[in-house]
């Protein structure tokens, strides 16, 4: 059967954005009027808004546009954040839940707005299909215990005006096509996109807006200057109005006070050679988007080149991508033993950022405004809460994740988060427990 090439299934379905940059030898600006640091969904979103209103912008990407989570990620929108919805209701009461909700359903809505084949959406704007398959997503428990932990999910979320339906054992089975859960939670919102055709279709829509994108960039540092703030970059010196930065996971040390307040988590995923369409079918059902509720959770779904695109999490301890791979492959074929002879072609792996209470932030730090934390959410939410920063910047109105309070992680951590194995063993025991 061979082993994987470690490299990204989704990559080899969409055009390379690298062809959109200038090319290196071009002088950088001396000024302009944003400086966005970040070649992924929030800095392509962020530098396409604050284009819309005129202004020149400059995008620098300190690697490949590729190199972030946002080419290489599962592809799922759905409703919902890193912290569980029972979480926020505990602290925001239900009427702040609420709020909470909406904004995630609005992050949703506003990707299938620019996934439509209107003549707005990118499709029609840049020769670029993402995509789009509005097929909801199915959150699958392992035991009893979290079948009935889902059963109260239902009903708050049901009560937060999210359109969901319960399935007992038998139905998962059959609409999973996996014998292997006691229960599932469908969200009938959302869908799936292909990410790095999103990520190419947000980059050509920027570029056509007027933005200058530039790869190969490293941002040093800012500085607030006499009546403008200065970035400095590996290949000189810009003097701009406005800064967004959207490093997310990959922050360096050009931001450490971001990196103070974020961890930064890895995940993994493999693909599935091109499946026979019976085959496809009868493992990917209707082709929901699909997660289970461990802590070291699985996420799968069907790609629209015809393969299992499967992610997940093995381990907090560094580890080998052939290892990793191994693990996930045996997670997928356990979950569908039809696919036992099945060959496994690609894996790869990203980095994305979680923040303590699993919520995402906006937030002016130094002069830079940031978005960042929005974990396993961040297709949709990332590429909403850009805009929603960028017009808070030019006057609009405060975005619900910047009116939080965003304190740095209350222990000595400067980035590198040498907790998390530690950590990954209480989530490991956790896991244990729900499924005795
Ligand atoms: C394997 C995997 C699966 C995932 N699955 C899903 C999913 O199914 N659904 C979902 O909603 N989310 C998912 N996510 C999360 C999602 O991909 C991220 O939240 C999102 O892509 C983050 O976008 P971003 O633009 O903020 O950051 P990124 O796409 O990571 O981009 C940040 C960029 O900043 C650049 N950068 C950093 N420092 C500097 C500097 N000093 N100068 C210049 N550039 C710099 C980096 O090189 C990088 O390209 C997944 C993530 C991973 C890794």
Not at 36 to 55: C, N, P, T
Not at 104 to 118: K, N, Y
Not at 124 to 132: E, I, K, L, R, S
Request: a neutral charge.
């Amino acid at each position: 059967m061979g082993e994987p090439t470690y490299s990204v299934a989704w990559h080899g379905d969409a055009p390379d954005p690298s062809a959109l940059c200038a090319p290196a030898s071009k002088p950088l600006p001396e000024r302009v009027d944003w400086v966005v640091i970040g070649g992924g969904y929030a800095g392509l979103a962020a530098a396409r808004r604050a284009a819309a209103s005129g202004a020149r912008v400059l995008l620098l990407e300190r690697g490949g546009l590729r190199d972030g989570a946002s080419s290489r990620n599962g592809g799922m929108v759905h409703v919902g954040f890193g912290a569980a919805t029972s979480a926020l209701v505990r602290d925001f009461g239900h009427e702040g839940a609420r709020e909470w909700i909406d904004l995630s359903r609005a992050a949703v809505r506003r990707i299938a707005e620019l996934c439509s084949a209107e003549s707005t959406g990118l499709a029609a704007v840049t020769g670029v299909d993402p995509q789009w398959s509005p097929t909801g997503h199915l959150e699958l428990a392992r035991a009893p215990r979290g079948a009935a932990a889902l059963e109260v999910e239902a009903e708050l979320r049901s009560s937060l005006g999210i359109p969901v339906r319960l399935h007992d054992r038998t139905h998962t089975s059959e609409i999973a096509c996996s014998d292997r859960f006691a229960g599932s939670l469908a969200v009938l919102e959302g869908g799936g996109v292909q990410p790095a055709r999103f990520h190419a279709a947000l980059a050509t829509a920027a570029v056509a807006s007027g933005v200058d994108l530039r790869e190969n960039v490293r941002v040093r540092g800012v500085l607030r200057g006499a009546g403008a703030m200065i970035v400095e970059t590996t290949a000189g010196r810009i003097r701009t109005e406005h800064v967004f930065a959207g490093v997310n996971g990959l922050a360096d040390e050009a931001f450490p006070s971001l990196r103070r307040r974020l961890i930064p988590v890895g995940s993994y995923m493999i693909a599935t050679e091109r499946l026979d369409p019976a085959l496809l079918a009868a493992t990917a059902g209707a082709g929901e988007m699909r997660f289970d509720t461990r802590n070291f959770l699985s996420y799968w779904r069907p790609t629209p080149d015809g393969r299992i695109a499967f992610g997940g999490r093995t381990s907090f301890w560094p580890d080998s991508i052939a290892r990793i791979a191994a693990a996930l492959t045996a997670r997928l074929k356990e979950i569908h033993p039809q696919l036992s002879a099945t060959s496994i072609t690609h894996a790869w792996g990203g980095r994305l950022a979680f923040t303590l209470d699993r919520l995402p932030r906006v937030a002016r730090i130094d002069g830079v405004t940031h978005v960042a934390g929005c974990a396993g959410s961040g297709v949709a939410l990332m590429t909403h809460l850009a805009e929603q920063a960028i017009d808070w910047d030019l006057g609009g109105d405060t975005p619900l994740p910047a009116r939080r309070a965003w304190s740095p992680i209350p222990i000595p951590y400067e980035g590198r988060p040498w907790f998390l194995p530690l950590a990954g063993i209480g989530f490991a025991m956790q896991d244990r427990w729900e499924e005795r």
